[in-house]
């Protein structure tokens, strides 16, 4: 039953094992550091938390595969599959304006992953090129490596 529902996915298997497992390490070392949501309860990572400090350290024109990424990830618009009135599609998915470069990258490999994770990566998008579900893991497993880097505490939390 795996194997069927992996043969499924509109990408290579492995690559998105990856990039889940990437993710996961990644929210996992900001939950063990000071990038949690503080209080009671289930421990969440503080997205906002971590841009914020990470936002004067992140220079993707540093890198050209960084670049690359950056700007495949932000100048492509991402979309999610999503119901507006009664129909599920495929839609636009909108960043606020005042998105910081690391805020605004953030928030699309956040939305990859949950596209990914529930479900969108089982369902063609006819406006999609047939290398776009790809492209998006790969670029967003480059801006994920870099910033894992950026803060050592979060570097060390990733590795151990």
Do not use: C
């Not at 636009?92 to 470069?101: G, H, I, Q, R, Y």
Request: hydrophobic content about 40%.
């Amino acid at each position: 039953m795996i194997s069927s529902a992996v043969s499924k996915l509109t990408v290579d298997p492995n690559l998105a094992i990856e990039f889940l497992a990437m993710f996961s390490r990644f929210e996992y070392a900001l939950k063990v550091t000071k990038f949690r949501m503080s209080g009671n309860g289930e421990a969440k990572a503080n997205w906002e938390t971590f841009v914020s400090e990470v936002e004067p350290l992140f220079d993707h024109k540093t890198d050209s595969s960084l670049s690359e990424a950056f700007n495949y990830l932000t100048d492509q618009p991402l979309r999610f599959l999503g119901i507006h009135g009664g129909v599920l599609d495929w839609y636009e998915f909108n960043l606020p304006a005042n998105s910081t470069d690391a805020d605004k990258v953030i928030r699309i490999i956040k939305q990859v992953r949950h596209n990914l994770f529930h479900g969108g990566k089982f369902a063609h998008d006819s406006h999609a090129s047939k290398d776009r579900d790809t492209k998006l893991l790969k670029y967003g497993l480059t801006v994920l490596e870099n910033m894992i880097q950026l803060i050592e505490e979060v570097k060390s939390a990733y590795e151990h």
